[in-house]
């Protein structure tokens, strides 16, 4: 879930907000977090986050919203390389486990820092959700349709699917013991077991 490139040079104001707002969310949470603490971590003065934002809420707001609609993307891209349920679940597993990985810091702020949304911020943030994992169940729901795979609830598997995935973030650290690619791998091959994978 980049919500904001690590990688680009000399980023604007908005950006630097960004990656200041996510790193002290990801260490301080989001309520024990000021503007000042982001502001000066993005080497601005401490007024400067209201140039670009409303509050900081409205900032979480963002940076879960543009990582939801990232990952919705990526989740359909995923699905669309193959017509076969088996390599679309697959695929997908592997794509969202090695996302969350490799942005771990990230995509467990916009995750796990949801509570601190408006009422109305987060409805918006879990259609996202919904529509991620409508897609996930999409293609459980064909493959057992296809007598590919075996699962007496396809609604909560989707479910867990996801939530296995999105945990991820929580504990990965760049220094550990697996990849990114290693963890998404092995995932893959949990989710397709999941589902009574068959074949």
Known sequence: ???????????????????????????????????????????????ALYVHHRSKEELLFELAH????????????????SDDPVEQLGTLVEDFVRDHALVHTGARVINYELAALS??????????RHDIDEVVRDVIDRGVGAGVFVTPDPHMTALAV??????????????????????????????LRMVGAVG
Not at 66 to 81: I, K
Request: hydrophobic share 45%; glycine share 6%.
């Open 119 to 128: 009422a109305e911020h987060l409805a918006e943030v879990v259609a996202i």
């Open 162 to 191: 996801l939530s296995l995935g999105i945990d991820v973030a929580r504990w990965f650290r760049d220094e550990g013991r697996w990849s990114p690619d290693e963890v998404a791998v092995h995932y893959r091959l949990l989710a």
């Open 1 to 47: 879930m980049p919500v904001v490139s690590e990688s680009s040079p000399s980023p604007d104001a908005r950006t630097r907000l960004a990656r200041a707002a996510v790193e002290a969310f990801s260490t301080r949470g989001f309520h024990g977090t000021t503007t000042r603490d982001i502001s000066t971590a993005a080497g601005m003065s401490p007024a």
């Open 66 to 81: 543009v990582g939801h609609l990232r990952v919705l993307e990526m989740v359909r891209a995923s699905v669309a390389t």
